[in-house]
Structures are given as C-alpha cells and as structure tokens.
C-alpha cells in the first residue's frame, strides 16, 4: 500500500513561507516564461515580481533581455509607463484570443 500524498496548496505554501498566494503564481509565471535573466532580476528584486510576471508573459525571451538591458538608463516615469504598455498589449491579446475562441 502506497503512503498518501499529502500536497500542500498554494495557499498553505504562501502561508507557510509568509508571502502572498498571488506571489507565488507571479513567480511561477516567471519561471515558466522568464529568460534566465529575468529570472534573475526578479530573484535579486531589480524590478517587482508583478512587472516581471508582465515581461514573461507579453515578450519573448530577446525583448526581455533587450529591456532589462535598458533599465538602468531608463527614469522611474519611462519603466513605468513602458510596463503600462506592455501589460496592456498583454491584457488586449489576451482579451481578442478569448472572443476568437468564444468564436468558434
């Protein structure tokens, strides 16, 4: 007889390491679709773990890199209305694939 998995939820997971729940998929994302060097940025908290959830899901990997080698040059007021861009691109594609398969 197999002993039974005893999984934690993500929830519990956020809980005990004392971090939001929301923080945990961010970083997930991250990971999942992060370049090794936004994994870094995020890991060294060079920019929020929202922004870089925003940079790994709406760019590919060249363009994550591209930005990152940018931020130092860039002014608070540019990263930010530069991120605003990107996520509201993002939430657009996003918005259009859903109607399009709603579609079919």
Request: net charge positive.
């Amino acid at each position: 007889m197999s002993a039974p998995m005893h999984s934690k939820t993500m929830q519990q997971l956020a809980d005990s390491v004392g971090v939001s729940r929301r923080l945990l998929f961010q970083a997930a994302a991250v990971h999942r679709y992060g370049c090794p060097e936004l994994v870094k940025a995020a890991q060294d908290g060079l920019l929020a773990m929202k922004h870089c959830e925003t940079l790994a899901k709406a760019l590919p990997h060249d363009e994550q890199r591209e930005f990152l080698a940018e931020l130092p040059t860039m002014t608070g007021r540019t990263r930010h209305d530069l991120l605003a861009i990107i996520k509201g691109d993002l939430m657009h594609r996003t918005r259009e694939a859903k109607r399009r398969g709603a579609k079919q």
